[in-house]
C-alpha cells in the first residue's frame, strides 16, 4: 500500500507538471498572437509613416532657422537703399521662397509681426524700389503662411490617420490574443483533458486495487507519453505487487503447515489425556490422575502458546489476513464479556459492560476484534483480586473536521481495580514474553504474548492501544479503531434495556 | 445417530471414535481418505459426517464439496474436525456447505456434545 502512495505522489507531480507546461504553451501562444506577422507589418508601416513625420518636422525647424538668419539680413538690406543690396534681397527672397514649404505655424505667427513691421517701414520708404522690394518681401510672407497651414493641415491629418491605425491594429492585436487564447482553451477542452481524465480514472482504479486496469491515451498526444510511462510504472507495480501477493500467501501457509502439524500431535495428547482422566478407559487412582492433571493443564498451556506463537509468528511476518466487515462494537463488546463471564464468576471479580446510547458501527475483523478484548479482559480478571471488578465500556470519538486530519475513532476501554502495573514495566509493556514478574506467581501463569498480540492486531486495523495505571489501585487498557463518526447501529442502548 | 468418522490420523481415529462410542453413545464407522469417505457415505447413509481436512487422495475441502454437489448424499450434514485452525480456512470449510468446524486439539469428554449443540442451532435455524 505504502508504495501505491508513492507512485500516486509520483503522478500528481506529473499532472503538475503537465498543468504548468500547459500554462507556460498558453502564454507562448499568447505572445505569438501578439507578434503575428500582419500586426507586426501593420504596425511597421504606421512606424515608418510616423517616422518620416517626424524627420519631415525635424527638417522644418531647421529651415525655419534658416529663413530667420535669411530675413534678418533681408532687414539689414532694406535699411541701406543701394541696388546690390536689392538684387541680393531678391536672391534671399528666392532662397525663402523655396524653404517656405516646410514652415510651421509658430514661425509664421513670428514672421508676420516681423513682416508688419517692414511692411510700416516700406510705407514710410522714399524709394520705389524700396516698396517694391518690401511688396515682395509681403507677398513672400503670405505665401509662407499658406504653406504652412496647408502643411499643418496636412500634418494633423496624418496624425489623426495615425492615432486611427493604431488604433485598428490594437484591436486586431487584442482580438488576436482573445482567439488564441480561446483556442487554446479549446483545445485543451477537447483533447488535453480528456486524456487527462483518462489517466486520472486509471490511477484511481489502480488505487482501488484493479491493478490490471491501464491508461488508455491515443498516441501523439501530450498526454500519451505519460500515459505510457504511468501504464510501463503500473506493469512493474502489478508484478511487484504479485510477487509480494505470493511471499505473503507462502509465509501464511507456512504458519498454516506449522500450525496444524503442532496441533495434529496434541490432539492426540489432550485427547488421551481427555478419555483417560473422564473415566472412559477405566478408573483412575488418584495419584495417577494428580499427576495426568498437572499434564493436562500444561497440555492446554502448550495448545495455547502454539496459538499465540503463531499470531506473533504472522503479526510479525506481516501475514495476517484480516477479514472486515460492518459490526456493532457493542456486539462485540458484549459478545467477548460473555466469554470470559465463566472466568470471572470462577475469580469473583465483577465484571460489568457499558456503552453509549449509540453504538458505532465500525468496519473490523468481528473474531480478531474479541480476541483483543479476550486477552484485555483475561488480564483484568488474572490480576485483579476476588471482590474486585472489571469494567469494560466504549466511547464515540468523532473528529471535529476542522481541517486538523483528525479522523472519528472509537475508543474501548477495560478497567479493572486489580494490582496495578508497576512504573517502570510500562514500557515494556507490549513487548513480547514481557512480565512485570518473572518470577511467575503461578495462579497468574502465561507467556506474556497477550498484550503484544493485542497490539498488533489493533494496530493491523489502524488503531492504537495504551494504558495508564496506579500501581496497587488498578489498571485502564485503551484502543482506538478508526470510526466514519456517522454511522451507527440500527439498535439503540435503550431499546436494549 | 451413525456417525462416519474421515479421518487419517490412527490415533485421532481411535480416540475420537471412542469419545463418540463410549461418551456420545453413537455407532461410529471410519473412513481413512476422501475417496473411502464418499463411498460409505454413499452405501452406508449416515447420520453425519465428521471430516478431517488434511487426508491423502482427496483432501476434506474437496470431499465435502463432492458429498455436497451428489444429490445421494447432499442432505447427510458435514462438520468438520480439524487442524487447520486459521480464519481462512475454517471460513472456506463453511462456505462449502458444513455445518460446522470443530478445531484441534478437541476435549473428548465435550465432542458429542459440541456436535449435537450444532446440530441443535442448524434445526432450528
Ligand atoms: N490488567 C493488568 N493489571 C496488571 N498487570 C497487567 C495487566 N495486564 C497486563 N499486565 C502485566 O503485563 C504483562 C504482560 O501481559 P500479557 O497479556 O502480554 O501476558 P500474560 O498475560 O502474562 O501472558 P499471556 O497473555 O500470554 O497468557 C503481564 O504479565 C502483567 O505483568
Ligand atoms: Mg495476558
Redesign the pocket.
Known amino acids: 500500500m505504502r508504495r501505491l502512495k508513492d507512485v500516486m505522489g509520483v503522478l500528481k507531480l506529473q499532472h503538475l507538471r503537465i498543468r504548468t507546461r500547459l500554462l507556460a504553451a498558453g502564454v507562448l501562444l499568447g505572445a505569438l498572437a501578439a507578434a503575428n506577422p500582419l500586426f507586426v507589418r501593420h504596425h511597421t508601416r504606421l512606424l515608418s509613416e510616423f517616422h518620416a513625420a517626424r524627420d519631415a518636422a525635424w527638417n522644418l525647424r531647421h529651415a525655419i532657422q534658416d529663413l530667420n538668419r535669411g530675413l534678418a539680413k533681408a532687414e539689414a538690406y532694406l535699411e541701406s537703399p543701394d541696388t546690390a543690396a536689392l538684387r541680393r534681397l531678391d536672391a534671399l527672397t528666392g532662397q525663402v521662397t523655396a524653404g517656405a514649404g516646410k514652415y510651421d505655424v509658430s514661425a509664421s505667427n513670428a514672421l508676420a509681426v516681423q513682416y508688419g513691421v517692414w511692411r510700416e517701414r516700406a510705407r514710410l520708404a522714399p524709394t520705389q524700389e524700396r516698396r517694391n522690394a518690401v511688396l515682395q518681401v509681403s507677398h513672400l510672407s503670405e505665401g509662407i503662411d499658406r504653406t504652412i497651414r496647408v502643411k499643418e493641415e496636412e500634418s494633423e491629418g496624418r496624425l489623426a490617420k495615425y492615432i486611427r491605425r493604431v488604433k485598428r491594429a490594437s484591436i486586431m492585436a487584442g482580438g488576436l490574443v482573445f482567439l488564441g487564447f480561446t483556442a487554446f482553451v479549446l483545445s485543451l477542452w477537447f483533447t488535453l483533458l480528456p486524456d487527462l481524465a483518462a489517466l486520472i480514472a486509471a490511477t484511481r482504479e489502480f488505487k482501488l486495487g484493479n491493478l490490471n486496469h491501464r491508461a488508455d491515451v491515443p498516441a501523439g498526444t501530450e498526454t500519451a507519453e505519460l500515459a505510457a510511462a504511468f501504464n510501463e510504472m503500473a506493469e512493474s507495480i502489478k508484478e511487484r505487487t504479485e510477487k509480494l501477493d505470493e511471499t505473503h500467501r507462502q509465509k501464511s501457509d507456512f504458519v498454516s503447515t506449522v500450525s496444524h502439524e503442532l496441533r495434529t500431535p496434541l490432539t492426540s495428547i489432550k485427547g488421551s489425556l481427555g478419555l483417560i482422566l473422564g473415566g472412559v478407559t477405566g478408573a483412575v487412582p488418584q495419584e495417577v490422575a494428580r499427576m495426568l492433571k498437572i499434564t493436562e493443564k500444561n497440555t492446554n498451556r502448550l495448545i495455547?502458546?502454539v496459538d499465540?506463537v503463531l499470531d506473533i509468528a504472522k503479526i510479525e511476518a506481516g501475514a495476517i489476513r484480516l477479514k472486515f466487515d460492518k459490526h456493532s462494537i457493542a456486539d462485540v463488546l458484549s459478545h467477548a464479556v460473555q466469554g470470559v463471564d465463566s472466568l470471572a464468576r470462577a475469580r469473583e471479580v465483577n465484571l460489568t459492560c457499558d456503552w453509549p446510547e449509540n453504538s458505532a458501527l465500525v468496519v473490523v475483523d468481528r473474531d480478531r476484534i474479541e480476541q483483543v478484548l479476550m486477552?484485555?479482559l483475561?488480564?483484568?480478571i488474572?490480576?485483579?483480586e476476588a471482590g474486585g471488578t472489571v469494567h469494560v465500556y466504549c466511547e464515540n470519538e468523532v473528529a471535529d473536521g476542522g481541517g486538523t486530519g483528525a479522523q472519528s475513532r472509537v475508543l474501548v476501554h477495560?478497567e479493572?481495580t486489580?494490582?496495578?502495573?508497576p512504573a517502570e514495566?510500562m514500557e515494556q509493556?507490549?513487548e513480547?514474553f514481557?512480565?512485570?514478574?518473572s518470577s511467575?506467581n503461578h495462579a497468574?501463569?502465561?507467556?506474556?504474548?497477550?498484550?503484544?498480540?493485542?497490539k498488533g492486531l489493533v494496530e493491523e486495523h489502524g488503531g492504537k492501544i495504551w494504558?495508564t495505571?496506579v500501581a496497587g489501585a488498578?489498571?485502564r487498557?485503551t484502543f482506538s479503531i478508526p470510526w466514519n463518526g456517522t454511522e451507527f447501529a440500527e439498535v439503540r442502548r435503550k431499546d436494549v434495556a | 445417530m451413525k456417525i462416519l468418522l474421515a479421518e487419517d490420523d490412527e490415533n485421532i481415529l481411535s480416540i475420537a471414535s471412542l469419545a463418540l462410542e463410549r461418551v456420545g453413545g453413537h455407532a461410529v464407522m471410519t473412513a481413512r481418505d476422501g475417496f473411502e469417505t464418499l463411498a460409505a457415505a454413499e452405501t452406508a447413509r449416515p447420520d453425519l459426517v465428521l471430516l478431517d481436512v488434511m487426508m491423502p487422495k482427496l483432501n476434506g475441502f474437496d470431499t465435502c464439496a463432492r458429498l455436497k454437489a451428489d444429490p445421494r448424499t447432499r442432505d447427510i450434514p458435514v462438520i468438520f474436525l480439524s487442524a487447520r485452525a486459521q480464519a481462512h480456512e475454517i471460513q472456506r470449510g463453511m462456505s462449502i456447505g458444513a455445518l460446522g468446524y470443530i478445531l484441534k486439539p478437541f476435549d473428548p469428554m465435550t465432542l458429542p456434545r459440541q456436535i449435537e449443540e450444532i446440530l441443535k442451532t442448524h434445526a432450528a435455524a
Open positions: 495455547r502458546l499465540d486477552n484485555l483475561s488480564n483484568a488474572k490480576f485483579t477495560v479493572d486489580g494490582r496495578g502495573i514495566f509493556l507490549f513480547k514481557h512480565q512485570a514478574e511467575v497468574q501463569e502465561g507467556t506474556g504474548l497477550g498484550l503484544a498480540i493485542a494504558a495505571s488498578g489498571s487498557f
